[in-house]
């Protein structure tokens, strides 16, 4: 199994709609959660992380954790074309330590 | 501030050729690293510095050497470039310190043949 999985989709929702993205894992010593974007022939930027459970808003995205379910959700509402990337989920210990991402997943926003 | 660079965008090897790539931040982080990309595979740790003048392999260090030149620049070398190597490479930077949110130059494209 491992460490961190996520659907590598594609997933392809139509403008204006919302999106769920998710990611579940194994190591109970992660503790901080952080979702990254990644453009086509770009590199990973980071969206935003969250410190243990709970839930995170930055304007139309939504950051959650369950520890005890070990699975971690991005929501984006209002989903625009621009939104079609990779996002990537990644995680780390108490002390920023044993950083691991999961695969990504490609989405895709139609007009 | 420029962020993480990365030099060379694109390059083209033949097998058996050697090359460094090049990566500097200026945000003033301890801590650097080097990632490959891969359709279906994700992003895998080749190397990481987690300091100045220390380095650290990672999953996937076969093939690979790397020098922390200074606090502010980390290179990747290929030795002896083989087809599997052909990848998008990345180089990224963290403070060091939690949640240690790592931040990433835009990437080498390269291409063994």
């Known amino acids: 199994q491992k460490e961190v999985e996520q659907d590598p989709g594609p997933l392809s929702v139509p403008e204006g709609a919302i999106v769920s993205l998710n990611c579940t894992y194994s190591?109970?010593?992660?503790?901080?959660f952080m979702w990254y974007r990644q453009y086509s022939r770009k590199g990973p930027e980071l969206l935003m992380y969250?410190?243990?459970?709970g839930n995170k808003e930055d304007g139309r995205f939504t950051a959650q954790v369950d520890k005890s379910s070990k699975y971690i959700s991005l929501f984006i509402r209002d989903s625009q074309p621009s939104d079609s990337a990779t996002y990537l989920c990644a995680m780390s210990d108490n002390y920023g330590q044993n950083f691991v991402f999961g695969p990504g997943t490609r989405l895709s926003v139609l007009p | 501030n420029a962020g993480v660079t990365q030099t060379p965008k694109f390059q083209v090897l033949k097998t058996g050729q050697s090359m460094t790539l090049q990566c500097a931040q200026d945000?003033?982080?301890?801590?650097m690293y080097w990632y490959r990309q891969d359709p279906g595979m994700g992003l895998r740790l080749i190397y990481y510095?987690?300091?100045?003048?220390?380095?650290d392999k990672g999953e996937v260090p076969n093939g690979y050497n790397v020098s922390r030149l200074n606090k502010r620049e980390f290179s990747l070398r290929l030795e002896s470039a083989a087809p599997s190597q052909t990848s998008v490479y990345f180089c990224?930077?963290?403070?060091?310190?939690?949640?240690?949110?790592?931040?990433f130059g835009p990437g080498t494209r390269l291409t063994v043949l």
């Open positions: 969250t410190y243990s459970s």
């Open positions: 510095s987690a300091s100045e003048g220390t380095t």
């Open positions: 945000m003033n982080h301890n801590s």
């Open positions: 190591n109970s010593a992660f503790q901080y």
């Open positions: 990224a930077s963290s403070a060091g310190l939690p949640p240690n949110t790592q931040y």
